[in-house]
């Protein structure tokens, strides 16, 4: 009997140490305690999240920006994409940019192949809102802007979401483009690659005097590298990211999502 007792309360010790444990201090963001419930809410909402995120990259490669728009995006009219250098910011030039002028491409020879990597995502202490960044390696292939293309593609995303009937939705989307560049191509000089833009071809030379420092490579903050995409004007007109360069310093852009209890305007990718 003894026996049987000191084996029962070893497989509770090691069943104890095995099992994460939920101390008396262990809080979310807002200052409550996470107990045992929330924990497995907090799980399934990493996972919703994570799969309204992957929704936009499968409807992305389907060309069926209507249908994420309708399944996977809020219905607020302030969501926004925003991507190096142009900020769709508003429900009607998201549409515009994004479903309406997207649709008089062929999808015909079309390829949009984005993978999403990565992933880092906080919710809010109140459940209502969510931030999440992600990276992203792919290849494009199609008609744009009159021409035939076929690029590999690199970037970062950085999504806000938001709890909308239950559901999470993707509420604002911006990319970090790193580059675009043609499948037998060079992106760390442009000036190989005959498909590229002259907007992204540069100078092998030094730069002079007052050019940019990107004069010497193809990924500029003027343009996305090794390609443009000239759907529609934007609402707003920027320099919101340096695309890849040489001689481009590696830094954390976007910064890691930390914990917090309400939505903040200011914290808006």
Avoid at 11 to 22: G, I, K
Avoid at 28 to 34: I, V
Avoid at 81 to 91: L, S
Avoid at 174 to 198: C, H, I, K, Q, S
Wanted: charged share 25%; with cysteine.
């Amino acid at each position: 009997m003894i026996k049987h007792l000191v084996t029962i309360a070893s497989l509770t010790v090691c069943l104890a140490l095995a099992a994460p444990v939920l101390r008396s201090q262990d809080k979310d963001a807002c200052g409550n305690p996470m107990t045992p419930a929330k924990v497995a809410q907090a799980t399934k909402e990493y996972q919703d999240i994570q799969n309204v995120a992957s929704m936009h990259e499968y409807y992305h490669n389907a060309w069926d920006h209507r249908a994420e728009i309708e399944n996977a995006w809020s219905k607020r009219d302030d969501v926004s994409w925003k991507n190096n250098t142009d900020f769709y910011k508003g429900r009607k030039d998201l549409l515009r940019f994004y479903v309406q002028n997207a649709e008089t491409l062929p999808k015909k020879g079309g390829l949009a192949y984005h993978m999403l990597t990565t992933p880092i995502i906080v919710v809010s202490g109140d459940g209502k809102t969510a931030k999440g960044i992600f990276m992203s390696f792919g290849n494009v292939a199609g008609a744009m802007n009159g021409k035939t293309m076929a690029d590999w593609t690199e970037e970062k995303y950085g999504i806000d979401f938001i709890k909308e009937d239950g559901k999470w939705k993707i509420w604002h989307l911006r990319t970090y483009v790193e580059y675009y560049f043609p499948l037998n191509g060079n992106f760390t000089n442009p000036n190989d690659n005959e498909a590229a833009p002259d907007s992204a071809k540069t100078k092998a030379s030094s730069p002079a005097a007052g050019e940019s420092k990107q004069a010497d490579s193809g990924a500029t903050i003027k343009a996305e590298p090794g390609s443009t995409f000239d759907l529609a004007k934007p609402t707003e007109k920027g320099n919101y990211y340096e695309g890849y360069y040489p001689g481009r310093e590696m830094s954390l852009n976007p910064a890691i999502p930390k914990d917090y209890c309400h939505w903040d305007d200011s914290m808006a990718y």
